[in-house]
């Protein structure tokens, strides 16, 4: 739960989820874990923190976010082999339900971004009758991240209330805004809560026209800014000598999440190739010095130029039983 919750990895957290990874890569899991594990085409002995917070831990939520999260709750502690498995294919049939429902709220939500009266401000807040309840967080996430802007997404809720989800950026502390929202309009937010960057909150289905504007304005106010510009913190150039599949593998294994995230490395590079592959995920073949890399940018599916600095993670790549390096972009430019 500490891994696949995003809760904060303090030392203590940590040390927890490694002792719980290097149980589950020296055992014999659990029927419900071992079955989880098979639908998502991953390996038990070989589990790392990417297992929990990318594989198991979407499929365990989704039955929270679309059904019924006792589903979820019983894979986990049946004794029963072929009970665990079935219940297994059903929390991945439903995690792809909820990728598709999420993509589409997705792109509903850009495109109502990208209308001429809907530039981004200070924020991001938006609303659709026709969107899912418990995928309104995710969408949120996606769209801060697309316009590193604190970023609220509405559904109805009721006959005459909508909930909201939102996302931060670390230089606005999401619930302060909420609060200050809270008292500068009475009466406006029925009832909100959450930290610094994640908050939940319920309105007046009416009232919508009203927040927006209104949230906006608290977070002018709190931070004396009207736009925001993302900082990416990086670990410098990873020498030449390490950026193999051995040490990919090392880092791997090791416990990352919250709090204590992987190296991310910054270096300079040639594009020697680019491809699209499964539509949205960018596929390339980069060049630095001497050295030749894979390398993939999810959720991006715009061309780059010839010459990139780029902001990566190693990660090892299995095909055909071969092991290689692979580099994970998260920015380029």
Known sequence: GTGAGVAKLACNSRRLVAQGLRRRRSGRPQPGLRALFAVAGREPRAANGFDLGFALGPRINAAGRLADMSLGIACLTTDDEAQALEMARELDNINRERRTIEAEMREQALAAMEAPDAAPGATVCVFDPGWHQGV?????????????????????????EIRGSGRSIPDVHL?????????????????????????????????????????????????????????????????????????????????WGAGFAAPLFLDEFVVRNQRLVGEKHLKLSLERGQQRFDAIWFGHDQSLPERIQAAYRLEQNVWNGMVSVQLVIEHAG
């Open 136 to 160: 309104v967080g995710l969408v949120a996430s996606r769209l801060k991240e697309k316009f590193w802007r604190p970023t609220l997404a509405f559904a109805p809720a009721g006959d005459d």
């Open 175 to 255: 619930r302060d805004v909420l609060d200050l929202v809270s008292k500068r309009h009475p009466n406006l937010i029925r009832k909100f809560g959450g930290h610094a960057m994640a908050a939940g909150l319920t309105l007046g289905r009416q009232d919508f026209p009203a927040f927006a504007p209104a949230f906006d304005a608290a977070v002018r106010e709190l931070t004396g800014r009207d736009s925001f510009e993302p900082v990416i913190e990086t670990d410098g150039s990873l020498e030449s000598g390490y950026a193999n599949a051995e040490v990919a593998g090392l880092l791997q294994q090791q416990v």
